[in-house]
């Protein structure tokens, strides 16, 4: 069994119809996704109706949770104070754009999953187990990551949030951070996403898949959202 695990699809349709259709190529059996559909991109109703259109399930990001019973923020960490006001057009173009009945499906999505595939235990989740927004980037302090592994009672813990891909046993728990389909800040504009295969063992794999980010570009521009939205999307920052 091969699982399909994707996340922080941030409104980027095109990343997202690129994502699935190399998902498809591969044969991977299973697609889930690990929440934040919406945010920062042009197009949040067309990769919601896709997710649902593919029945996809999918975890509630904390920007889903944010637009979805119409918070007044994201819940993101912004570190300066342009990031913020970038963040805040982000948020008020979503709230604005993303329809009744869409934010009626987003508040439906759950904050967590547990699988058993084989006997394979599998906890998926936005941030964290312990919070929606939590940011579990790869240089955490190792000692974040052994509380986690001392209190998880799965085998594997997939996670995004971050929009960075890695992976690595910890005290006998796999963690996979996934990455992000349509706004990975790695350096690669290449949308990403992890597949996990169970057999006799476990195994992970980062794959990236190119995409017309140009498009998405100007898309970005074309709906009124802050110019510097588009160059991250461009740069893979």
Request: with cysteine.
């Amino acid at each position: 069994m091969r699982l399909g695990l994707i996340s922080d699809i941030h409104g980027n349709r095109l990343a997202l119809e690129a994502v699935l259709a190399d998902i498809d190529r591969r044969g991977v059996e299973v697609i889930y996704s690990l929440g934040d559909l919406v945010g920062y991109g042009p197009d949040p109703n067309g990769v919601i109706d896709l997710v649902r259109a593919r029945g996809i399930p999918s975890l509630m990001g904390n920007y889903d949770d944010g637009v979805g019973f119409e918070r007044g923020d994201c819940g993101c960490f912004y570190r300066t104070a342009e990031a913020k006001r970038i963040g805040a057009a982000s948020y008020a173009f979503t709230v604005a754009e993303v329809t009744t009945d869409r934010k009626a499906f987003l508040r439906s999505l759950p904050p967590e999953m547990h699988l058993d595939i084989g006997g394979v235990r599998i906890h998926l989740v936005h941030g964290s187990p312990r919070r929606i927004n939590e940011y579990l980037l790869r240089d955490r302090d190792e000692r974040t990551f052994r509380r986690l592994a001392e209190a998880e009672g799965d085998d594997v813990l997939a996670f995004g949030h971050t929009h960075e891909s890695w992976d690595r046993v910890i005290e006998s728990v796999l963690f996979v951070n996934v990455g992000s389909v349509g706004r990975p800040k790695d350096g690669d504009p290449r949308a990403m996403y992890s597949v996990l295969s169970i057999a006799a063992s476990l195994r992970v794999e980062h794959i990236r898949v190119a995409y017309d980010g140009e498009a998405t570009v100007r898309a970005i521009e074309e709906v009124g959202l802050p110019g510097e939205l588009g160059n991250q999307v461009r740069l893979g920052r």
